[in-house]
């Protein structure tokens, strides 16, 4: 057996977004986000932001402020957010859940089991076997593939291919696009 030694006492100091309380032996978040060190500061940030890619480094990510993703979304790496959430790459099977608005640079696949629900607006160069669920806008700058789509706006796909292929598409108000169905 090893005999631990006597700890340290540390004084608490915080930084952005945190408040000491008047005995000082413990430091409060303002605002719901996640905590951070800089600087020996503890600070709470709004936001979460990822470089680069969600997977088994980051684990499935849970914040009650916004997300920013640098990478990708791999498969089986889910996100919630209690704000928007945005993705500079693609998004593989997985979900992704917002508060507010989900923008994904690239595009999503799916494989059929994929999952974009947002109160407000989604958006993604395009969308192949993947559930979409908006309480706004769907827009695709592409196409949308083989999904099922339900917008509480508009859903529109724009662009040079402008494509809807396959699935199921609902919107509360209009359904845009080039070319809709196959022969």
């Known amino acids: 057996l090893l005999q631990a030694r006597d700890g340290k006492e540390v004084e608490l100091k915080g930084g952005e977004n945190t408040e000491l309380t008047e005995d000082g032996s413990m430091l409060k978040a303002k605002v719901n986000g996640h905590a951070v060190m800089e600087g020996g500061l503890i600070s709470v940030k709004p936001g979460y932001g990822v470089s680069g890619d969600v997977g088994p480094k980051t684990g499935h990510i849970t914040n009650m402020g ?4 640098t990478g ?8 919630k957010a209690g704000g928007n959430i945005d993705v500079k790459g693609t998004v593989g099977n997985c979900v992704l859940e917002a508060t507010g608005d989900i923008s994904i640079k690239l595009g999503v696949t799916g494989r059929n089991e994929g999952r974009l629900i947002a ?3 989604i958006a993604a ?8 669920q908006a309480g706004g806008d769907v827009e695709s700058t592409e196409e949308l593939m083989n999904c099922t789509v339900q917008a509480g706006g508009n859903v529109r796909v724009f662009g040079k291919k402008a494509i809807i292929r396959g699935g199921l598409v609902r ?3 209009d359904v845009k696009a080039r070319s809709i169905g196959s022969p």
């Open 125 to 132: 160069k395009y969308f192949e076997q993947v559930h979409v």
């Open 171 to 173: 919107a509360l108000q």
């Open 119 to 121: 109160q407000g607006n």
């Open 72 to 79: 990708k979304v791999l498969d089986g790496y889910d996100i």
């Open 66 to 69: 916004s997300g920013i993703v």
